[in-house]
């Protein structure tokens, strides 16, 4: 067996801390981690970052002992295969709005028989010292992302497919498509009814479910409601926020 | 002509602030700087990154139109002219202790009669929109890092260089080096008698003065003390600040 | 509102020329840009770089303040956003052949309610200054290129698709799709044809017309016509040209 | 005519030997090519490597006079142009399971009017010294991977498509294909009698037969069934075992 | 404290295997650490890579739990603390011929009252945990390469400088620096000489012996004369000899 | 014995055109040396370009079968023998202004006997096909740039150096040089003075002679002197005169 430190600490009731990373930088990801977040997110759909990047971050998160994921920017199978054969336990697939999506997701996350991920994990199997293949369907760690109205119409059709083991909600692009466009309040009253109801579904259908927190309140409030996962701050944010109140403390600025 | 927003600012008065970037990321350098300070470091030294890292934050600096200043790791007249040929104003080379450091240094960065710079200035030219020969000595920012005993020991010398612009104050290694690696505390009474003494002596001598402070409170102190132009932040530290600030306000971790 | 200067000229009446970039170089583009183009093209489709190389010229020709486009290497949601999260202002699509292929290139480019473009633009956002996400759908500059026999079939589908901004011919591919592969000759009877009837169409659906030229002679051509954008030169040629002439004129080969 | 080395020693009755490469090295392919291999495949689905990564690849292959094949990581346009662009004969598209896969495939491999492929063939006309275009469609090696139970049941259908010029039978993912998981033995009966099947109809569609093989028994086998182009080793294989035995030999470990 | 696995294995009388890194990659790096090499050396002087590489290979390192040494291309104070910071233990310099080049070496690898290395260990003081100034000079491993006749006639002043660890002997360079370049033959009766010189004056001066080895045999036989770390293996050792092998097994080539 | 264009041409009373390489591209070195060129410069004192780049550029000039120098950013063994072991027949240090800075250059370039180069050529030893260390102090190609005032008052001294292979002048920082950077014109008296006094000289001392030559006509004037290797192009030229040459032919501008 594989250690699991993700579904162990879910299953055991714990919610996990996620910090987001999209500057692309593997020591950027480092220091984040060692604050002691639970995981880090590689972002490679909004995040910078090519193959080399992908690859240092993972190996960089393996150093710091911090369980990764990595957000591939489309759900096609090549970026799929390319993060888990470097090694990364989890994959997060953006707009996964219909159950073909969903199905098409897992098929390249999970080997046969309930996939058909392509086989050929040469830095996975490495680093889980060869056990990966006979373990690698129960240990990876495959995520759909909900954030479209069309995503929320199927949701049961997208949790019920087999291999998604997780969903996150992204309540920004929720938003921007519940209001059509109107408006990117992650408080407005579509999406926090959403966000109910998605975790309502992931229970029915045992999934864990996982949200992305734009700030520490909103991470509190998803956490209350019974959020798994929580992302609750991003690396670009971080040198945001320290760049500005740096220049105020020093100079009043 | 060429702008020079550094020299105009310092001669008007203005204190500059600068902020120092070490992830190595171009994404990183142009976050920081929108925050709006004056200055970028680019550090090559303790920071991160290669040629391509260092041309790239470069650009980036342009792109946010902040002018920069690129840390070599050691004073090695290729490194020097690598930067500035890419087109940065100013550079710094660490540990400048000796006449024939600050000599050696100062000959890198300027073409002759002042120096023995080697000419080809190929991004230098094109985005100075091909002044940049005639007025490149005196553009250019050259920036002396003071952080030994042995420095101190030769101050008149090093300064009395010509072509040496500026000198930076690096407080933690001249703790490390005045208190022969007894402790590391740049409130140390040897490093403000020092801080006094080099500022004195950059008067003295017509050159800049600039120091590095690890927080706020010293960048006041070092701002009320005199000096022009004060680092006070980096990128590495608003990551690690704000990862773990993010971490315990959300989950009071 | 975000400055465009691409529709302000259009708008204004100006033919724009556009300089192609294929050798994955920052500093070839700032060279290139800085003999005076209106915009450039970073071609990831046919020109060589990866994810670094795109940040990177996008980033050096915000340094040249001209205005840059993408080519992507294929009509896929991951490089579309991903080019214009970094803040370039516009993409390009090769092969756009059907209404479908349309309608998913503008969605992915466009956020809701034109499309479904997933949100999270950070260097787009921190270069216009925060005004992004209101101003995006009017200021990025999606076009659709036009370059087969299919294509032709379905210009007015493809070109009443909300979010299409212009269409970009594409002489060469054109011909060899509607020659059936016999001949690559962009002065070719059935290309000129096809050239004035996507103009007329342009016209009529209200949506910029862009032609590729692959010399002087034909951008004047195409430009008296009236395309309103012009591509007139390459990176890759401006070395193969001049390293051939520099050759002969020195040394008579 | 652009020189052939793949075809000619094909159809003279030569089986041809083939190493694949996975670490992403230009130097690491250069070395392995020079122990004298006819063909190399530079793995860019499990194996590492981005863009820059894969243009070091095909030119030192070219320095190494070695004829390589590109494995791209999904069936998807952009990847097979950036390829063939980039100057390499070959590519290999895996999980090639339908009648559509495989047109889809050689359309984006050959130009009209065989297929649809984008013309800009930037290094690859360089290097073949200008005659690519008229003799392109001839020269590229397309080669679909067969790995599937799908595969075989539409494999009439895939080696009908005009443009797919070889098969590549992949034995691990087709044994976890037809086994739906349960092993993954290379020698299960399954595996050998779909070999069998693959290699008789190659012969009777007139496309070249390939497999790949994780051992030399595994080699010599298939060689002697009569497959044409058989790989028998890979970079990541050869570290691993040396790494091994030299321990062993060294220090009894 | 920080762990010390190699001063703890050495002084408890363990002989230290040691594989070489030259292909500049991460995953090779892992690869071959996995087969269970008490440390790895990721080579910057005959080897591949750039500051990129050799962070990822640090890295990887860490991920593999493997302690890691760089081998710098030349004894300049930049290479030196950028490898350290970053986080690798040891360092080691190639053609340390007199005690200046030893002097300075040990200056760059230590802080005040040791030497002058300049202080910024972000890398290094993360993975450390914090620790990392006060106990750098006492965990950094610094390894001066003995490679010619003149670092032979100055042996005992180079050991004696306070800050070097460890003596590397290069036996290939050493026999062309003793007979003039007449042979590259590290069995020569002038190489074992020095071998049981240098091995010696290690013990007299307290400082560890290490061995560079072209082969197994070699290996043990160093090992017998109590070298304490003995290189036997390089990533590009085993391409080679693997690529080569592999041929021949699998075509009788 | 090892194939060596560049001697065999020259002993034979060639003139060798050099283009000259500063974009970091090696698809733009091979471009460039296709047009015809005998050899190709990679500059990495005032052209762009890390040690990817230039193991990539190499690389590229083997493929394009066109002889490659680097000229190294200053005269540093480390990026001396990082070159000549990446398997480029030529190094060119700038700066070569004493008869130490001779010596120290043509001693890392060369083994022993004639110097003290350090032994590990991997890709070096590979492409020529083993025979390498025997032969490389033949082979190898080394070039003293002269470009001061004071390397010509040392002249005789440098090139007198046993190693030294050729010399190179710049014509450029010669001009600098000798004006007290007062202009910056090559043809100003006291450089073509210079020019005939080195061409002189280089016969005397039986080395080749190189110069740089800014346009056509210089090329020709030094050709006519007896240079031997004349530089007349550099691809950042030609990007800048194509670009702006295309402009105006297209658009008038």
Known sequence: MI???????????????NVWIMLGSGLGLEIAAHAGWDTVT?????????????????????????????????NEPGYIHRALDAGVQGVIAPMINTK????????????????????????AALITDGDYTAHANDWTFCCA????????????????????????????DLCLSLTKGEKLDINAPEVIEALDLILAKAKEHNVYAWCFAN???????????GYQIITAGADVGFVAAGAEAALKAAFDL
Chains 1, 2, 3, 4, 5, 6 share one sequence.
């Not at 069309?150 to 019920?160: F, G």
């Not at 700030?215 to 409601?225: F, P």
């Open 3 to 17: 250690e699991d430190p993700i579904r162990s600490a879910l299953d055991a009731g714990k919610t996990l801390s």
């Open 42 to 74: 590689i972002d490679l759909q909004h995040g910078h970052g090519g193959f080399s990047h992908m690859v240092a971050m993972i190996t960089a998160a393996d150093a710091a002992k911090t369980p990764a994921l990595v957000r591939i920017s489309h």
């Open 100 to 123: 073909k999506d969903a199905a098409d997701f897992a098929s390249a996350c999970k080997y046969p028989p309930v996939g058909a991920r392509s086989w050929g994990p040469v830095r």
């Open 145 to 172: 992302q909900i954030e479209t109205q069309t995503a929320l119409d199927n949701i049961d059709d997208i949790m019920s497919v087999d291999g998604i083991d997780c969903v996150l909600v992204g309540p920004n």
């Open 215 to 225: 700030d520490a309140e909103y991470a509190r409030m998803v956490a209350k409601k």
